[in-house]
């Protein structure tokens, strides 16, 4: 596999606002580990290698466990995810798929589970993985090099 688009070969500055932004998500308050559940699925959805690589390693070193990323896809049927990693879970699919109507009920779960702060802080987590699994793809980043904390 070739890479077809490194981030050298971008101009400087394109990833600026997104860097930004993850740095916002890490200070959030938000936790780590269900950030790193959230990104580890949503890239299991959109089909991105590279993403999957990182979040894996880096939901391991946030102290997930291999069972349960193992069985992330299978989520619904796992009684080992806690509600509001459910209600969490379901929304980061309803937004991924753009399922306008499943995301009404997804975040009314949300919400009795959540302050508004930190659901609006999980859907910039949610849409921003989205984001960087299409430059990943589109770029063809390479998976399986990836090191805990190399990118920040």
């Given at each position: 596999?070739?890479?077809?688009?490194?981030?050298?070969?971008?101009?400087?500055?394109?990833?600026?606002?997104?860097?930004?932004?993850?740095s916002y998500l890490k200070?959030?308050?938000?936790?780590?580990?269900?950030?790193?559940?959230?990104?580890?699925r949503v890239s299991q959805?959109?089909?991105?290698?590279?993403c999957l690589d990182m979040?894996?390693?880096?939901?391991?070193?946030?102290?997930?466990?291999?069972?349960?990323?193992?069985?992330?896809?299978?989520?619904?049927?796992?009684?080992?995810?806690?509600?509001?990693?459910?209600?969490?879970?379901?929304?980061?699919?309803?937004?991924?798929?753009?399922?306008?109507?499943?995301?009404?009920?997804?975040?009314?779960?949300?919400?009795?589970?959540?302050?508004?702060?930190?659901?609006?802080?999980?859907?910039?987590?949610?849409?921003?993985?989205?984001?960087?699994?299409?430059?990943?793809?589109?770029?063809?980043?390479?998976?399986?090099?990836?090191?805990?904390?190399?990118?920040?």
């Amino acid at each position: 596999m070739t890479e077809r688009i490194s981030f050298q070969d971008t101009r400087k500055g394109l990833l600026d606002g997104m860097v930004k932004t993850e740095s916002y998500l890490k200070g959030s308050g938000v936790d780590h580990k269900l950030l790193e559940l959230l990104k580890y699925r949503v890239s299991q959805i959109n089909g991105c290698a590279y993403c999957l690589d990182m979040h894996h390693k880096e939901a391991i070193a946030a102290g997930e466990t291999e069972l349960r990323l193992h069985t992330l896809a299978a989520w619904t049927e796992c009684a080992y995810y806690d509600d509001k990693e459910r209600a969490a879970l379901a929304f980061a699919e309803a937004l991924t798929a753009s399922d306008h109507h499943a995301i009404d009920s997804t975040f009314e779960r949300l919400s009795t589970l959540f302050p508004k702060a930190e659901i609006a802080d999980l859907t910039l987590a949610i849409s921003q993985t989205n984001s960087w699994n299409r430059i990943n793809c589109a770029f063809k980043r390479i998976p399986g090099n990836y090191a805990v904390g190399m990118h920040g």
